[in-house]
C-alpha cells in the first residue's frame, strides 16, 4: 500500500511557475513508477508525466513539454512537478499516483495506476 499526499497547488498568473510535491509514505516509493495526471472541469483525466523508479527517464505529455519538469527524491520519499511558464489552459486539479509496472507505454494510461493522492487545485488566471 502506498498513501500519497499532493501540495503546492494554488492561484497564479500566465507566465508565473509553481513546484507540486507529492510526499509518499507505506511501501518503498523507490519501486514505483510516480506519474502527474491532471483532470479540469468537465475533462477526463489526462496523463501529465511519468518518471522511472531511478528517475534518469522521464515521459511528458506533448501540451506540457519544455515547460513542466518531474523529478524525485527517493531519499525523500518525494515526487515533485516543476511548472513554468504556466498557461490558463494548465488549470486542472493535479494528481500523483504510483505504478507497480516499470517505465513504458502503460505509464501514459490511469488504468496502470494503483494508488492515487487527493490531488491539489491549480488555477492559472489570464
Known amino acids: 500500500q502506498v498513501q500519497l499526499v499532493e501540495s503546492g497547488g494554488g492561484l497564479v498568473q500566465a507566465g508565473a511557475s509553481l513546484r507540486l510535491s507529492c510526499a509518499a509514505s507505506?511501501?518503498?516509493?523507490?519501486?514505483?513508477?510516480m506519474g502527474w495526471f491532471r483532470q479540469a472541469p468537465g475533462k477526463e483525466r489526462e496523463f501529465v508525466a511519468a518518471?522511472?523508479?531511478?528517475?534518469?527517464?522521464?515521459y511528458y505529455a506533448d501540451s506540457v513539454k519544455g515547460r513542466f519538469t518531474i523529478s524525485r527524491d527517493n531519499a525523500k520519499n518525494t515526487l515533485y512537478l516543476q511548472m513554468n511558464s504556466l498557461k490558463p489552459e494548465d488549470t486542472a486539479v493535479y494528481y500523483c499516483?504510483?505504478?507497480?509496472?516499470?517505465?513504458?507505454?502503460?505509464?501514459?494510461?490511469?488504468?496502470?495506476?494503483?494508488?492515487w493522492g487527493q490531488g491539489t487545485q491549480v488555477t492559472v488566471s489570464s
Open positions: 507505506g511501501r518503498s516509493f523507490s519501486t514505483n513508477t
Open positions: 499516483a504510483a505504478s507497480e509496472l516499470r517505465l513504458g507505454m502503460t505509464s501514459y494510461s490511469d488504468k496502470n495506476y494503483a494508488y
Open positions: 518518471i522511472g523508479r531511478f528517475g534518469g527517464t522521464a
